[in-house]
T-cell receptor, first 113, second 115 residues
């Protein structure tokens, strides 16, 4: 979960394909995880969340998978659209309360027509 | 839906001056707000936790005397960057937690450029 690095990794996909964005988190005690989408110059936009008592949660076109054994999260976007192009961050609630979120490094998703 | 508003959206200030950024929860009350800083092409870095009616809690490495936080009401937290330097230029984002503690709302961010 600690944000590091000066360059965001980029995932390039064709429009209509499925996208999978991965994230490793740091604190095994974290019990709540959120995926955010951030467009240039804007604040983070909530996509989907999952609690540690679940390993999968589905939303509209998006699915989050949680693997607590290896401390790994993934965000799957079905039928990726140009409007999905943005930077995606996972965030973990590591404090056990008060919703103090620690953000991961982020991945830029580039959707090509 | 609930909205968190930040003001100003962008600001340019001279080195050595102080600048204040406001974070308001528009239609809900928030006992806790968080301030993040984001440099270009990087992730959000948590700076501090702002608690209504008490002192803010700063993350390691964040200077509390440089980044003054005031959370005087249940709908307003302010971040004041004192004696700003060009390296303080960044995107500052706040989030607010509803009283129920179930939902986190983010503001749209404030761009600070120090010249």
């Amino acid at each position: 979960g600690e944000n590091v690095g000066l360059h965001l990794p980029t995932l390039s996909v064709q429009e209509g394909d499925n996208s999978i964005i991965n994230c490793a988190y740091s604190n095994s005690a974290s019990d709540y995880f959120i995926w955010y989408k951030q467009e240039s110059g804007k604040g983070p936009q909530f996509i989907i969340d999952i609690r540690s008592n679940m390993d999968k949660r589905q939303g509209q076109r998006v699915t989050v998978l949680l693997n607590k054994t290896v401390k790994h999260l993934s965000l799957q976007i079905a039928a990726t659209q140009p409007g999905d192009s943005a930077v995606y961050f996972c965030a973990e609630n590591s404090s056990g309360g008060y919703n103090k979120l620690i953000f991961g490094a982020g991945t830029r998703l580039a959707v090509h027509p | 839906g609930a909205v968190v508003s930040q003001h100003p959206s962008w600001v340019i200030c001279k080195s050595g001056t102080s600048v204040k950024i406001e974070c308001r929860s528009l239609d809900f009350q928030a006992t806790t707000m968080f301030w993040y800083r984001q440099f270009p092409k990087q992730s959000l870095m948590l700076m501090a936790t702002s608690n209504e009616g008490s002192k803010a809690t700063y993350e390691q490495g964040v200077e509390k005397d440089k980044f003054l936080i005031n959370h005087a009401s249940l709908t307003l937290s302010t971040l004041t960057v004192t004696s700003a330097h060009p390296e303080d230029s960044s995107f500052y984002i706040c989030s607010a937690v509803s009283l129920s503690g179930n939902t986190i709302y983010f503001g749209e961010g404030s761009w600070l450029t120090v010249v």
